[in-house]
């Protein structure tokens, strides 16, 4: 059966883009929703309806209301599930490759098994014999010593935090914890956070993040196979090796402009440092999103490595990254006797 699907777009709407599309049974019924439709005082900036692929839609809601998943499905969800990139039933996405067949590896990324672990997703297609392998892994800009992320860590000492208010807390709970990316300058019981600073710091921080992280899974590459061959029983014609990664820095990551100035968001996809590391690796296409912004979601392949030396190819060794030095997260949350 053919469905409608309201999309809604900007304003304080902006909640309702990173939800699957609202469906109707009939255009008519769509049409009739949006004459009603108010939130607060606002009315959707934009609203377009679509007749959508039932198939993608349904499983885009499926993907949307799971609680409990690994690191892959959860990028799925956040990056392919959101109505930013899925569009008319067709998952939008930047491509770095001169390969018409790309899109082939985000219809396997949907339709893997993500339960695995080493790697976190496979998925077979018995028309071609391939087999397509995916790994997960998150970097940011943040300091990275042996005991891990310095951002990451942050995260986990403030949410727990919050839980502990939280489960003391009755009746309304309103939390607002700071998260550190870099240090901020104490006086007593003061911090001053310089923003647009230490942008040199960041680059470097993020080179090396990603580097380590690239380098650490690729290394594991031969047992990602091993492993896959086992619970297939293939041997397989064609093996395609896709790592999923995304730049989980606060506030995304930016060129510096203008002395102090947010420029253009960094897509690490189309840099010589990203390339150099690909280049000889065992990694036949790489995924990546800045997780800000799910329309940064890129694919590419060794196809992007003739771009090396063009000009839209950017040397980070030779820019400043903008980068917020924290980020507030808030917690609202009412309890209610059941």
Request: glycine letters at 6%; aromatic letters at 10%; hydrophobic letters at 35%.
């Amino acid at each position: 059966m053919i469905q409608w699907a309201i999309k809604y777009n900007g304003g304080k709407l902006r909640q309702q883009m990173n939800s699957t599309p609202v469906l109707f049974p009939t255009k008519k019924a769509a049409e009739s929703e949006i004459e009603t439709l108010k939130i607060g005082n606002c009315k959707p900036v934009k609203v377009e309806i679509k007749e959508v692929n039932p198939e993608i839609i349904k499983w885009a809601d499926k993907m949307s209301r799971k609680t409990k998943s690994n690191e892959l499905e959860r990028f799925v969800r956040h990056f392919l599930c959101c109505s930013d990139n899925l569009k008319n039933g067709v998952i939008g996405f930047n491509r770095f490759s001169t390969d018409g067949n790309i899109q082939v590896v985000l219809d396997a990324l949907i339709k893997c098994d993500k339960d695995g672990d080493c790697p976190d997703g496979f998925y077979y297609e018995e028309s071609s014999d391939t087999l397509f392998i995916f790994e997960h892994f998150e970097f940011d800009c943040s300091s990275n010593k042996k005991n891990g992320s310095m951002l990451r860590k942050n995260i986990a000492h403030t949410e727990s935090a919050a839980r502990q208010e939280l489960n003391q807390a009755t009746g309304e709970y309103k939390g607002v914890k700071v998260i550190e990316q870099s240090e901020g300058i104490r006086d007593g019981d003061t911090i001053t956070y310089r923003v647009g600073a230490d942008g040199d710091k960041f680059r470097d921080n993020y080179i090396a993040n990603f580097k380590k992280a690239f380098e650490r899974h690729a290394k594991k590459v031969s047992d990602y196979i091993s492993n896959c061959k086992k619970k297939t029983g293939k041997d397989c014609k064609s093996i395609k090796v896709c790592f999923v990664f995304e730049d989980i820095t606060l506030g995304g990551t930016h060129y510096k402009i203008d002395k102090n100035s947010m420029g253009g968001e960094v897509n690490i996809l189309l840099t010589k440092q990203f390339m150099d590391i690909f280049r000889d690796s065992p990694v036949d296409y790489a995924i990546f999103g800045m997780m800000q912004n799910p329309s940064t979601l890129t694919v590419c392949d060794k196809t992007v490595l003739a771009f090396y030396d063009k000009a839209d190819v950017v040397d980070l060794s030779k820019e400043e990254f903008f980068v917020f030095p924290s980020m507030p997260r808030f917690t609202y949350a009412v309890k209610r006797n059941l």
